[in-house]
């Protein structure tokens, strides 16, 4: 018999109740779980609320704070908001409504704020019982018929008051707004969108239900940002993620260059990318400009009044400005990444990620809806007040028959209806009319409005029973929002533009962000690497670790990228300015790059683009390769040459002249034309030289017009011309000579 997880009961009367740990705790996370989902993160696709904005709006109306009314303070909001419909800390309200009052975080405004708001460099608003707030025509939009029975309410946490379930959501809050929002195991991110655009993608869609994500984005071209700046991003990804509702947009500062005076210049920032905080920015530049990591930049200043206005002094006149950019562009917020996930709440109850399409065909039936709703709402008021003024003409008809019953009966009422065939509320009615109102005058006011309800009433009913006239004044409902918030107003026009970035070449712009100092770069016997400022001519001052000694010393800049060659025939990439300076010892290469421990370096060399390097192997194989196909992206490094144990990779020299002279360590030499070597990318090479045993001891290559030249131990340069070298001039793979007098018994050219 297996372990119970349930724990015996202690047989007691205390009402303890065991309970499975596991089972109680997937209940109460699943619960927390969807609680987060539907009450908390995530907008509803029909009004773009999360609830606790949907809360403040409804305390709003509540509280008479239209458009054209008074402020109130947004202690008061916030107050009525925590004790009615939001048991939740009255900071997180105070946060939520501010935001909604902020024209740099909210494209369209639900709240027109009075005091301080905080700002774009990220500053805090006042506390609320300093501010004071009231509704945006567009928050009016938003609630417009909620008292027509447009939506449902529910009870709120305390079932004291009704709270609205949904907003009728004239407005296109979702796209027009955007929402953000980290759930349980979802997150939501939608970036504010021009509303006239939506409205021209739905009046599309009204007309064409069949339309692709594709034809909404004539309409529908990208974001736009309450802030501004320029998208870069390429169409096909835009296209791409309204398609699937996930994707991003790279957002760039909006810049121009200022002629200074004198030759001089300088670059403008005047709008930075969406929810970048501006006095953060310019700290990370400054702290960048300190730090010596944007050498092109001399100085940053913050000019900005009402209006942003970031000036960048470039080091010199002859900075190339979109260069400066591009360096800024890449390690600073002035570009940043919106990303874009469509993650909202379908028809109130299910998270799902929506396309543009998706999206909008929501928000138009929920508009649909709310028409059919308060149509019928409208039906029946009509319907009531028609009762009642056809009970009034009953009674002006016979005037005086009613005025006898109401003198001389006990129960007027019962009299009334019983001789007229009235109901009870039209004979309630004719009971609570005044004398005044029995004017001839008022009679015909009475068939005026009875005659003017009948013809409405009948329009109202034409509506209900056609889809294609319920659709038309949709249609209708959408022109008006667009023709409110349309291209040629303040708040309609597109703020955010579109563009391409400027191509420019990734290793001018990696330069650009490095200081070009000169620099010695020092490997040692271990492997050891530090880069030591200026260009050393003498290397004996060098002090290495105990048993270590001097390997490599070259010149280089901190901008050039330094190639490492190791036996295994792998070149790693080193970025000099990345190089631990001269201080110590340096670190390690094998730190640097995941270079394997049975592997030893062969050569280290700066890179040059136009170069070649001939690379040979132990056994006498070898290539022709360009330097522009061995550099390395990452740590791992790039196989060039393919060696087998116990064959190594042993010489990587660079390539002059037209012949190749090789030494073997048979101390045999052999000449022979370097266009007989093949030039690739990536192999084993051919064979260069032929050995019974041994492999190549030295190689290098020469302009056969010039002669070959070698160095002996006592430094003294021997020259043979093309004539003296007939003898060991042969084919490549040839065996060779024995090398000439004079040749160093090193074997090596020197």
């Known amino acids: 018999m297996g372990k119970s997880l349930i724990p015996p009961g202690d047989g007691g009367d205390d009402k303890i109740e065991p309970v499975d740990l596991k089972r109680a705790l997937e209940e109460r996370y699943l619960a927390y779980a969807l609680s987060t989902i539907m009450h908390r993160a995530l907008p509803d696709v029909r009004d773009g609320l999360k609830p606790v904005h949907r809360r403040i709006m409804h305390a709003m109306r509540l509280l008479r704070l239209d458009p054209d009314r008074g402020f109130a303070k947004c202690a008061r909001i916030v107050g009525d908001v925590m004790g009615k419909f939001h048991p939740h800390g009255d900071q997180a309200i105070y946060d939520a409504l501010v935001r909604l009052a902020q024209e740099f975080a909210v494209r369209y405004p639900l709240v027109d704020g009075q005091g301080n708001f905080g700002n774009i460099d990220g500053d805090n608003a006042a506390a609320m019982r300093y501010t004071e707030a009231r509704m945006t025509d567009v928050a009016a939009l938003l609630l417009e018929g909620i008292t027509e029975d447009a939506v449902d309410f529910r009870l709120t946490y305390n079932e004291e008051d009704e709270e609205p379930v949904v907003l009728p959501g004239a407005f296109p809050n979702l796209l027009a707004n955007g929402s953000s929002g980290i759930a349980v195991g979802m997150a939501t991110n939608i970036p504010p969108h021009n509303a006239a655009e939506i409205c021209d993608a739905a009046l599309h869609l009204i007309d064409h239900p069949d339309a692709t994500n594709a034809d909404l984005m004539r309409f529908v071209p990208g974001p736009d940002f309450p802030t501004g700046g320029t998208i870069v991003e390429d169409a096909a990804s835009i296209a791409e993620a309204y398609e699937t509702g996930r994707g991003g947009f790279r957002v760039r500062a909006r810049w121009h260059k200022e002629d200074a005076g004198r030759g001089t210049w300088v670059a403008v920032v005047t709008e930075v990318p969406y929810q970048v905080p501006k006095a953060r920015l310019i700290e990370k530049i400054a702290e960048l400009v300190i730090a010596r990591r944007l050498p092109l930049l001399e100085d940053i200043r913050d000019e900005s009044a009402e209006d942003?206005?970031?000036?960048?002094?470039?080091?010199?006149?002859?900075?190339?400005?979109?260069?400066?950019?591009?360096?800024?562009?890449?390690?600073?917020?002035?570009?940043?990444?919106?990303?874009?996930?469509?993650?909202?709440?379908?028809?109130?109850?299910?998270?799902?990620?929506?396309?543009?399409?998706?999206?909008?065909?929501?928000?138009?039936?929920?508009?649909?809806?709310?028409?059919?709703?308060?149509?019928?709402?409208?039906?029946?008021?009509?319907?009531?007040?028609?009762?009642?003024?056809?009970?009034?003409?009953?009674?002006?008809?016979?005037?005086?028959?009613?005025?006898?019953?109401?003198?001389?009966?006990?129960?007027?009422?019962?009299?009334?209806?019983?001789?007229?065939?009235?109901?009870?509320?039209?004979?309630?009615?004719?009971?609570?009319?005044?004398?005044?109102?029995?004017?001839?005058?008022?009679?015909?006011?009475?068939?005026?409005?009875?005659?003017?309800?009948?013809?409405?009433?009948?329009?109202?009913?034409?509506?209900?029973?056609?889809?294609?006239?319920?659709?038309?004044?949709?249609?209708?409902?959408?022109?008006?929002?667009?023709?409110?918030?349309?291209?040629?107003?303040?708040?309609?026009?597109?703020?955010?533009?579109?563009?391409?970035?400027?191509?420019?070449?990734?290793?001018?712009?990696?330069?650009?962000?490095?200081?070009?100092?000169?620099?010695?770069?020092?490997?040692?016997?271990?492997?050891?690497?530090?880069?030591?400022?200026?260009?050393?001519?003498?290397?004996?001052?060098?002090?290495?670790?105990?048993?270590?000694?001097?390997?490599?010393?070259?010149?280089?800049?901190?901008?050039?990228?330094?190639?490492?060659?190791?036996?295994?025939?792998?070149?790693?990439?080193?970025?000099?300015?990345?190089?631990?300076?001269?201080?110590?010892?340096?670190?390690?290469?094998?730190?640097?790059?995941?270079?394997?421990?049975?592997?030893?370096?062969?050569?280290?060399?700066?890179?040059?683009?136009?170069?070649?390097?001939?690379?040979?192997?132990?056994?006498?194989?070898?290539?022709?390769v360009p330097e522009a196909e061995v550099v390395a992206n990452t740590r791992k490094g790039k196989q060039v040459m393919n060696v087998k144990a116990p064959d190594e990779a042993k010489f990587c020299i660079p390539v002059a002249g037209d012949h190749v002279a090789i030494v073997g360590e048979n101390r045999k030499l052999l000449v022979f034309a370097l266009s007989e070597i093949p030039e690739m990318t990536r192999g084993k090479g051919v064979r260069l030289q032929r050995y019974k045993d041994g492999g190549v001891m030295d190689i290098r290559t020469f302009a056969l017009a010039e002669g070959l030249s070698w160095t002996d131990s006592a430094g003294r340069v021997f020259n043979r011309p093309d004539a003296e070298l007939a003898e060991w001039k042969g084919a490549r793979a040839a065996a060779g000579r024995m090398v000439p007098k004079g040749f160093p018994r090193t074997g090596k050219f020197g």
């Open 308 to 624: 942003i206005r970031v000036v960048l002094v470039p080091k010199s006149r002859t900075v190339d400005p979109e260069l400066l950019m591009e360096s800024l562009f890449k390690l600073t917020d002035l570009e940043s990444r919106v990303s874009l996930n469509m993650n909202v709440l379908s028809h109130g109850k299910v998270p799902n990620v929506l396309s543009l399409k998706g999206v909008l065909a929501e928000w138009l039936a929920h508009r649909k809806e709310v028409l059919i709703r308060r149509s019928r709402h409208r039906l029946g008021e009509i319907d009531k007040r028609l009762e009642l003024l056809s009970g009034y003409l009953v009674a002006y008809l016979n005037i005086d028959e009613v005025i006898r019953i109401i003198r001389e009966e006990d129960e007027p009422k019962q009299e009334m209806m019983s001789r007229f065939e009235l109901t009870a509320n039209q004979a309630e009615a004719i009971l609570n009319m005044r004398l005044r109102n029995l004017r001839k005058l008022e009679e015909f006011e009475i068939r005026k409005e009875f005659d003017a309800l009948t013809a409405e009433k009948v329009q109202i009913e034409g509506l209900l029973a056609s889809e294609a006239k319920q659709w038309k004044a949709i249609a209708w409902e959408v022109a008006d929002v667009r023709k409110k918030f349309g291209p040629d107003t303040e708040l309609g026009k597109r703020r955010t533009d579109f563009s391409e970035a400027p191509e420019h070449d990734i290793a001018d712009i990696h330069e650009a962000m490095i200081e070009k100092e000169p620099v010695t770069i020092v490997v040692s016997e271990k492997g050891w690497m530090r880069a030591m400022k200026g260009h050393l001519a003498d290397h004996s001052g060098l002090l290495f670790k105990d048993g270590d000694k001097l390997k490599f010393a070259l010149h280089a800049q901190t901008t050039d990228k330094i190639l490492v060659l190791t036996t295994g025939g792998k070149v790693y990439t080193i970025g000099a300015d990345r190089l631990p300076g001269g201080r110590g010892h340096g670190e390690p290469i094998r730190i640097m790059v995941d270079m394997d421990n049975d592997q030893d370096i062969v050569a280290v060399f700066v890179h040059d683009p136009q170069a070649r390097r001939l690379v040979v192997s132990h056994d006498g194989n070898g290539f022709v």
